[in-house]
């Protein structure tokens, strides 16, 4: 099996909630090929779906420095620093991943959460507002 399968096996993993099956289907994935940005996002993710943020950190990061133009990674990164209580950062992920993607509906409601932690109500209700803009596009 090639990468490309590993990552779709991991993928479905993902999906069923088999956050650990997932991880190592994407292990599989980027040793087979270490440049496979969007295994080691997904990885991200996965690591996130377990509370394993700052493991979760590390890939995304990884994943940002093979591919610089992906705005997944920049998501993943900021939901693992949001848990972590690092809301700044968080935001600033986030606003990395829509600098990337500015249609991403899901980036603007976590960006939203995280300034709502931070109390920032006009500044969330504005992210929601675009969240639910772009939802109705769709």
């Known amino acids: 099996m090639e990468a490309i399968d590993w990552l779709d096996r991991g993928d479905f993993f993902y999906s ?5 099956e997932a991880i190592l289907a994407y292990d599989e994935a980027i040793r087979r090929d270490p440049e496979y940005a969007r295994a080691w996002n997904n990885k991200a993710a996965a690591l996130a779906a377990l509370g394993r943020y700052d493991e979760a950190i590390r890939c995304s990061d990884e994943a940002i420095r093979l591919d610089p133009d ?3 990674p920049w998501n993943n990164r900021g939901f693992a620093l949001r848990n972590l209580g690092r ?6 992920a986030y606003d990395e991943a829509l600098r990337l993607d ?11 959460s995280a300034l709502e932690v931070l109390g920032r109500a006009e500044e969330a209700e504005a992210a929601y507002a675009r969240a639910r803009e ?3 596009k769709r």
């Open 70 to 72: 992906l705005s997944w």
């Open 87 to 92: 809301i700044d950062e968080a935001i600033r």
């Open 134 to 136: 772009l939802t109705l």
């Open 102 to 112: 500015p249609g991403s509906v899901k980036v603007w409601y976590n960006r939203a």
């Open 16 to 20: 069923e909630g088999k956050y650990a």
